[in-house]
Nanobody, 123 residues
Framework: QVQLVESGGGSVQAGGSLRLSCAAS????????MGWFRQAPGKEREAVAV????????DYADSVKGRFTISRDNAKNTLSLQMNSLKPEDTAMYYC????????????????WGQGTQVTVSS
């Protein structure tokens, strides 16, 4: 069983910064893949920043490139998302997700989800 606990959300004015953190517990194989997703009211959930299935690089949504940075500490099994130059359209519930990698070429299966942390950006 894997548990993911997010922290660091809050309210900020446009142009501000927030840092989200996610602490993962459980078997490391089930947290091989980790990433951040978000869902705004009335919209579908989208991937914001995820590490690829071989952990060689991070992929970002076009809307956050250059503003958000994902990082992870494998020794501590934690995941972070540094969010700079926040915009009102970044307002959403942010979720940490984790899961195993499978197949060739490798793909991630996000099986486990945190409870979410709210980010609200005002103009």
């Amino acid at each position: 069983q894997v548990q993911l606990v997010e922290s660091g959300g809050g309210s900020v004015q446009a142009g501000g910064s927030l840092r989200l953190s996610c602490a993962a517990s459980g078997a490391s194989g089930y947290t091989y893949c980790m990433g951040w997703f978000r869902q705004a009211p009335g919209k579908e959930r989208e991937a914001v920043a995820v590490f690829n299935a071989v952990r060689t690089s991070a992929d970002y949504a076009d809307s956050v490139k250059g503003r958000f940075t994902i990082s992870r500490d494998n020794a501590k099994n934690t995941l972070s998302l540094q969010m700079n130059s926040l915009k009102p359209e970044d307002t959403a519930m942010y979720y940490c997700a984790a899961g195993p990698a499978y197949g060739y070429p490798r793909k991630c299966e996000y099986t486990y989800w945190g409870q979410g942390t709210q980010v609200t950006v005002s103009s």
